[in-house]
């Protein structure tokens, strides 16, 4: 249903190897100095809210790229632990895998746990958020980094207003992500199904 009415939602099928991402305007990915993935995810949570709401975006919907479920992966890590259970807790089923329209008031709690889905869980699928007029796509990464891309000049030009007083670092082009919150490089809390 969500993607009858957000047809421009990426979408995989990797064992058919097809891949679906729309034309975009401009892509950005912003980081946030912190010290810890704890501190991380509440930044980027609030950070993150006040973006959408300078942008004037009343809601944003989230969906995974592929047709696996929300609660597909079982994860021991704490804060893992915690983010299935809010969505537990938000009645989301064991087979449910589609769309979440979530509130700019309800966004800092959701993207706080979609940062430890997104972080610990490897075989969740890409899960993007759009407004509803699908202007901007993006996605929170395992790195906690936001990737945003703007899908016009307008929204661009939207953009980059919001993000002049947001405290969002831009990276440069052509700058990876990669995990900040280790010294050997792995992310804690990291797995996959067995």
């Not at 938000?90 to 979609?114: D, I, M, Y």
């Not at 940062?115 to 901007?136: E, K, M, Y």
């Not at 992500?177 to 199904?193: D, L, V």
């Amino acid at each position: 249903d969500a993607l009858v009415q957000f047809p421009d939602f990426p979408r995989a099928d990797y064992r058919a190897e097809q891949f679906f991402y729309p034309k975009i305007y401009k892509q950005y990915t912003l980081t946030l100095h912190s010290k810890t993935a704890r501190g991380h995810a509440g930044l980027l949570a609030t950070a993150f809210s006040a973006l959408v709401a300078e942008m004037q975006f009343d809601w944003l919907v989230f969906l995974g790229d592929g047709t696996t479920a929300w609660l597909y992966q079982q994860n021991d890590y704490p804060a893992a632990v915690k983010a299935r259970q809010y969505l537990v807790e938000n009645k989301t089923g064991a087979r449910f895998n589609g769309a979440f329209k979530v509130s700019v008031e309800q966004l800092p709690e959701f993207a706080r746990h979609l940062f430890w889905l997104t972080r610990c869980n490897a075989s969740l699928p890409w899960i993007h958020f759009s407004d509803g007029q699908q202007q901007v796509l993006g996605s929170i990464c395992q790195y906690g980094n936001l990737h945003f891309n703007t899908r016009s000049e307008a929204a661009d030009t939207l953009f980059k207003r919001a993000l002049a007083k947001s405290s969002f670092i831009p990276l440069g082009e052509g700058a990876q992500c990669g995990e900040s919150f280790s010294k050997k490089g792995a992310i804690k809390g990291r797995q996959t199904t067995r």
